[in-house]
């Protein structure tokens, strides 16, 4: 876990991931700068097959990572990020700067029932594919779940959510001139 004076992001993971990490939560959090917020994280089992969940707090875009070596969770989302971005329309600078803006993190506790719902929910349908589709990527894995409709954005996808935020976040600093 990487410890700096300006927190970019929290890594917001269930009881059950934080056992699994052995982590203690930090308490204290600042502001989250990126485009996507804080991610939400939570350990799926299905059989023998082991992974993490995360979806990002503000569009819900959903990533599937594998559990093993928790020290290096971070470090797998960070390099799933891009992949998963470019894949669901970002483009690749935007998903590029996303990526430089989640290098300083700390783990914290989840702090939305709404968005642990719908991690929740993406959970249940992660573990159906899991079962019926054994050889598909974690890759296609978070793309299948990215084209699920959620309540919490009221039910349109993550993957449409996600670019409509960074198109947002591209008109925004156009406006400020950055």
């Given at each position: 876990?990487?410890?700096?004076?300006?927190?970019v992001f929290?890594?917001?993971?269930?009881?059950?991931?934080l056992d699994?990490?052995?982590a203690?939560p930090?308490s204290?959090?600042a502001?989250?700068d990126?485009?996507l917020?804080?991610w939400?994280?939570?350990?799926?089992?299905?059989?023998?097959?082991?992974v993490?969940?995360?979806?990002?707090?503000r569009s819900?875009?959903?990533?599937?990572?594998p559990a093993?070596?928790?020290?290096?969770?971070?470090?797998r989302l960070?390099?799933?990020l891009?992949?998963m971005?470019?894949?669901v329309?970002v483009p690749?600078?935007d998903a590029?700067a996303?990526?430089g803006?989640?290098q300083?993190?700390?783990?914290?506790k989840t702090a939305s029932r709404r968005?642990?719902?719908?991690l929740?929910?993406l959970?249940?349908?992660l573990?159906?594919?899991l079962?019926?589709?054994?050889?598909?990527t974690?890759?296609?894995?978070s793309?299948?779940l990215a084209?699920?409709?959620?309540?919490?954005?009221?039910y349109g996808?993550?993957?449409?959510a996600?670019?409509?935020?960074?198109?947002?976040h591209r008109a925004l600093?156009?406006?400020?001139?950055?």
């Amino acid at each position: 876990m990487l410890a700096s004076p300006s927190i970019v992001f929290v890594l917001r993971c269930t009881q059950k991931l934080l056992d699994r990490l052995n982590a203690t939560p930090h308490s204290e959090t600042a502001p989250t700068d990126t485009v996507l917020g804080d991610w939400y994280a939570n350990l799926i089992r299905v059989g023998r097959i082991q992974v993490v969940l995360a979806v990002s707090e503000r569009s819900l875009l959903p990533i599937v990572v594998p559990a093993r070596d928790g020290r290096a969770l971070v470090q797998r989302l960070s390099e799933a990020l891009v992949p998963m971005l470019t894949s669901v329309g970002v483009p690749t600078a935007d998903a590029t700067a996303e990526l430089g803006a989640m290098q300083h993190w700390v783990v914290g506790k989840t702090a939305s029932r709404r968005i642990l719902g719908s991690l929740n929910d993406l959970a249940f349908q992660l573990q159906v594919g899991l079962l019926n589709f054994p050889d598909r990527t974690l890759l296609a894995h978070s793309l299948w779940l990215a084209k699920t409709p959620l309540k919490v954005i009221d039910y349109g996808a993550p993957d449409q959510a996600t670019r409509a935020a960074f198109a947002a976040h591209r008109a925004l600093q156009a406006v400020i001139g950055r």
